[in-house]
């Protein structure tokens, strides 16, 4: 297990220069969240069976790691061939992936119709309560930006307004009333909240908006 050669791309793994060429893998500086190298190294040379493992830098890069038995030409085993193909955005698309679900799971576990957005806006996950007040199916809402439902009837300038403070001037706003004609259900008095998920790296400017229909209790005007 001694060092026989190494690209220049390594040494963001392993702390090498040029002179580490010769000495035992044991003796080097890893950067890697990972304590099984010498081990994994030494069981592939004994089986000759290759390892595929996930893990990690201290500085929160990820590297698909391999470990093969190095043939020679004359079919002769002569050591091992490492190899670190980066995967981070991989692993961040993963964990995306798991935050979504998580938010969706939470989205329809609520009788409150609420809203995920991307920062563009669009309609990431929704619940079964939106589209029971509102008279959509999620087909027609999940990948829509939220000026776009129900042909446009969610054209809404105070909507405009609303976030505009919330993705460029705060990250939440409570109680923000909106009174609106929709064409198919007449004229409605909503309450929105609407708050970022600053705390969720991976969901930074997505956008958690609930509504609450007050129609039937706000004050009617006087003729």
């Known amino acids: ?7 220049k791309q ?7 220069i040029d002179t580490d060429v010769g000495r035992p893998l044991s003796d080097l500086a890893y950067n890697l969240n990972y304590s099984f190298l010498i081990a994994d190294a030494t069981e592939v040379l004994k089986t000759l ?4 493992i996930e893990v990690h830098t201290h500085d929160g890069i990820w590297y698909l790691m391999r470990l093969m038995p190095y043939r020679t030409t004359a079919n002769m085993i002569d ?9 981070t955005k991989l692993k961040e698309t993963e ?8 938010a969706e799971h939470i989205v329809q576990t609520t009788r409150t ?11 990431l996950a929704v619940n079964q309560s939106f589209c029971s007040v509102f008279h959509l199916s999620r087909e027609a809402v999940e990948g829509q930006v939220i000026y776009h439902l129900g042909s446009g009837q969610w054209e ?3 909507l405009h307004r609303l976030f505009e403070i919330v993705l460029a001037e ?44 007050v129609t039937n209790h706000a004050p009617k005007s006087s003729p």
């Open 49 to 52: 069976v290759y390892k595929e």
């Open 113 to 123: 119709p609420l809203l995920v957005l991307d920062k563009a806006l669009r309609v």
């Open 10 to 16: 390594m040494t963001r793994v392993i702390k090498l």
């Open 170 to 213: 705060n990250n939440e706003c409570q109680d923000y009333e909106v009174t609106h004609h929709f064409p198919n259900l007449g004229l409605k008095v909503l309450i929105l909240n609407a708050r970022r998920f600053d705390n969720v790296a991976n969901l930074r400017d997505h956008i958690l908006l609930s509504i609450e229909d």
């Open 1 to 7: 297990l001694c060092i026989k050669w190494f690209t």
């Open 156 to 158: 809404i300038p105070a």
């Open 95 to 102: 964990k995306l992936i798991h935050e979504l679900r998580l």
């Open 79 to 87: 050591g091992l061939v490492i190899t670190f193909v980066e995967i």
